[in-house]
C-alpha cells in the first residue's frame, strides 16, 4: 500500500505519473512511410520514413527481416555498411539509403519508433524489397558433351547459367537444322538451354555461341562459344586435268582429296592397267603421263585417298585428242586434221554472184580505209606543225620582253657631246646659282657669298654641301647678333 502520510507525497506522484503519460504518447504518427521497391543489383535505392511530434527521448530505427540495423541517423551494425540514413531531427526525416545493392538487401525494411527504453512505440508498413538478381560474372558457360563427332552423330552443346531471379535468357546463335531444349532447370540447380543437331562434314571447324540476357539489366550482353567443332569423316576425292590431252604430249592429272583427319595414303590407278613406266608420280598426289598414246583413249584413271575414318575414290576418263594444223597453226578435232584455208574457200564458192557483184559496187562507192588513214594522217601532221610554230612565237615573245626593257630604261652614256648625240634632258635636275645677302646699311657689314648646285642622280637629287665665304672674318655669332637675330634662332 501506499504512503499517504502527507500530501506532498501524493503530489510528487501524481507529477511523474502525468510526466510519463506525455513522454509516452508524445509522438503523434507517421508523415510518410516506406513503399514496395525493386532494384537490380549494383544500383542505388531508397526508403523514405518521415515522423511527426518525436519526443526527445524517443527515436527511430530502421528494421531489417525483424533486426535493428540503425538508431537515428546512424547505421550500428558492420554487415550495413553500405546503407546510410538521411537524417534531419528537424523535420523529422528519417530516410534509408542503400548504395550497390547486394542479393542479401532483400526482404522487409521497417521504419520503427523506439522510447528511452528501448521499448517500440510504433512501427509503419513494412515495405518489401525485391532485389533483380544478375547471373556472375563467369556465366554464361558453354560445354559439350565430346571433343569430337563422327559424321552422323548427334551432337548436344549446353549452355548454362546461374538460377537467378528473374531467370536469365540463353540464345544459340547456330547454323540452320538445330535444334534447341528451351531454358530448363539442369541437375546442378542452375539453368540451361541446349541445342542439338546430327554432324555434318560442313560442320567441321563451325564456332556455335551463347548469349545470356537479363531483364533486370536490358544493358547487359554476354556470351560464350564452343569451338572449332572437330567433325572426323572419311576422304572426299576429286581429280583434275591441268589442260586438254593431246596425242603425244604430257598429261598432267592431280588428286584433291578433303578429310578429317589428315589423309594417310594415296592410291593410283587404271582401267583398263597400264605399264608403270608409262606415268610417274609426284609427292603421290600429281600424276604425269609423259607421253600420251592413243591407246589411253576412254581409260579411267582413279585416285583413292584412305585416313583413319575411312577410304574415298574419284575416277576421270581419258579423252586424248590429236593434233589438227591449220595454217600451220596446230588445233585439235578429234582426230581428224583439216585446213583454214580450204575451208574458207569452201565458204567464198557457195557465196552467190551477185552478192560478189554488190559487195564490189559498196567498194568502188566507199572510200577505201587507206585514203581516209591517209587523210587523218596528214590532219594531224599540220596541227602539229601549227601548235609547234604558236610555241616558237610564245618563247620569242617572251625573251624580247626583257630586251626592250632594258633599251628603253636604261641611261644616257656621259660622253654622248663627244660622240656628236644630243645630249636628253633628265627630268629632275637644278641650275647653279650664285647669291649674296643684302648689306646691312646700319651695321656696315658684308653678307655672305653662297652658292648652291645641283646634280642629276638616278631616282633622286642630292645636295651638295654649301660653301661660304665671308669677306670679313669675325665669330659667327657676332654676325648674327649684328644682324639682330632673335637668340632663338641660334
Same mark, same amino acid.
Given at each position: 500500500?501506499?504512503? $499517504? ?15 510519463m503519460?506525455?513522454r ?23 526508403f ?20 535493428k540495423?540503425?538508431k537515428?541517423?546512424?547505421i550500428?551494425?558492420?554487415?550495413? *555498411?553500405?546503407?546510410s540514413i538521411? %537524417?534531419?531531427? *528537424? ?6 539509403r ?5 542479393r ?11 522510447d528511452?527504453n528501448?521499448?517500440?512505440v510504433?512501427k509503419?508498413?513494412?515495405?518489401n ?7 556472375q ?10 571433343t569430337?563427332? +563422327?559424321?552422323?552423330q ?8 546461374e ?13 540452320v537444322?538445330g ?6 532447370e539442369?541437375l546442378?540447380?542452375?539453368y ?13 571447324? *563451325?564456332?556455335?555461341t551463347?548469349?545470356?540476357t ?14 572449332p567443332?572437330?567433325v ?20 598432267? %592429272?592431280?588428286c ?8 594417310s595414303?594415296f592410291?593410283w590407278s587404271?582401267?583398263p592397267?597400264?605399264t608403270e ?9 600429281i600424276?604425269? /603421263?609423259?607421253?600420251?598414246?592413243? &591407246?589411253?583413249?576412254?581409260t579411267?584413271? /582413279?585416285?583413292?585417298?584412305t585416313?583413319s575414318?575411312?577410304s574415298?575414290s ?9 593434233k589438227?594444223?591449220?595454217n600451220n597453226?596446230?588445233?585439235?578435232n578429234?582426230?581428224?586434221?583439216t ?5 574458207i ?28 588513214h591517209?587523210?587523218s594522217?596528214?590532219i594531224s /601532221?599540220s596541227?602539229?606543225?601549227?601548235i609547234? $610554230?604558236?610555241?616558237?612565237v610564245? /618563247? $620569242?615573245?617572251?625573251?624580247l620582253?626583257?630586251?626592250g626593257?632594258?633599251k ?5 652614256? &656621259?660622253?654622248t657631246?663627244?660622240?656628236?648625240r ?7 635636275y637644278?641650275?647653279?646659282?650664285? +647669291? ?7 651695321l656696315?657689314? *658684308? ?10 642622280v638616278?631616282?633622286?637629287c642630292?645636295?651638295?654641301?654649301t ?7 669675325q665669330?659667327?655669332q657676332?654676325y648674327?647678333?649684328q644682324?639682330?637675330?632673335p637668340?632663338?634662332?641660334l
Open positions: 500500500m501506499y504512503n $499517504l502520510g502527507t500530501g506532498k507525497t501524493v503530489g510528487t506522484w501524481i507529477f511523474f505519473y502525468m510526466l503519460l506525455q509516452t504518447y508524445s509522438f503523434s504518427g507517421f508523415i510518410k512511410e516506406p513503399l514496395d521497391e525493386n532494384q537490380a543489383e549494383g544500383d542505388l535505392t531508397y523514405n520514413c518521415i515522423v511527426r511530434g518525436l519526443d526527445e527521448t524517443q527515436y527511430v530505427s530502421w528494421l531489417h527481416n525483424g533486426h540495423i540503425s537515428n541517423g546512424e550500428i551494425m558492420n554487415a550495413y *555498411a553500405h546503407y538521411e %537524417f534531419d531531427s *528537424a523535420f523529422g526525416s528519417y530516410n534509408l542503400i548504395q550497390n545493392v547486394q542479401r538487401d532483400k526482404g522487409g525494411y521497417t521504419c520503427t519508433v523506439y528511452s528501448d521499448q517500440i510504433e509503419s508498413r513494412t515495405a524489397f525485391t532485389v533483380l538478381e544478375i547471373p560474372q563467369q556465366y554464361p558457360i558453354c560445354s559439350s558433351t565430346k569430337s563427332y +563422327h559424321v552422323g548427334s551432337v548436344v552443346l549446353n549452355c548454362i547459367s538460377r537467378t531471379t528473374p531467370p536469365a535468357s540463353l540464345t544459340w546463335k547456330q547454323s537444322g535444334t534447341e531444349s528451351g531454358l530448363k539442369s546442378t540447380g542452375n540451361e538451354n541446349s541445342y542439338s543437331f546430327i554432324a555434318k562434314q560442313s560442320d567441321n571447324r *563451325a564456332i556455335f551463347c548469349v545470356l537479363t531483364s533486370a539489366n536490358p544493358s547487359l550482353y554476354r556470351n560464350c562459344s564452343i569451338g567443332l572437330d572426323l569423316y572419311a576422304p572426299t576425292v576429286r581429280i583434275e586435268q591441268t589442260r586438254d590431252v593431246i596425242l603425244g604430249n604430257e598429261a598432267i %592429272f592431280i584433291y582429296s578433303d578429310a578429317n583427319p589428315q589423309e595414303s592410291k587404271f582401267d592397267p597400264v613406266n608409262m606415268f610417274v608420280l609426284e609427292n603421290d598426289i600424276l604425269r /603421263i609423259k607421253n600420251t598414246l592413243s &591407246s589411253l583413249n576412254g579411267s584413271v /582413279i585416285c583413292k585417298v585416313n575414318i575411312g574415298g574419284s575416277k576421270l576418263i581419258v579423252n586424248v585428242k590429236s589438227v594444223y591449220i597453226v596446230v588445233e585439235t578429234n582426230g581428224k586434221e585446213k583454214k584455208s580450204e575451208k574457200n569452201e565458204r567464198n564458192e557457195m557465196k552467190p554472184k551477185n552478192q560478189n557483184s554488190n559487195s564490189n559496187q559498196q567498194l568502188l562507192q566507199t572510200p577505201s580505209p587507206n585514203n581516209n591517209s587523210r594522217t596528214d /601532221i596541227l602539229v606543225v601549227i609547234a $610554230l604558236g610555241c616558237i610564245v /618563247i $620569242l615573245g617572251l625573251a620582253i626583257p630586251v626593257y632594258m628603253y630604261t636604261r641611261r644616257q652614256p &656621259s660622253d657631246i663627244s660622240r656628236g644630243p645630249v636628253s634632258i633628265p627630268d629632275v637644278f641650275e647653279p646659282r650664285d +647669291h649674296i645677302d643684302p648689306m646691312l646699311p646700319q656696315g657689314l *658684308a653678307a655672305p657669298w653662297m652658292r648652291t648646285v645641283g646634280v642629276q638616278p631616282g633622286e642630292e645636295y651638295d654641301a660653301y661660304n665665304t665671308q669677306v670679313m672674318p665669330p659667327r657676332v648674327y647678333t644682324r639682330m637675330y637668340a632663338s634662332s
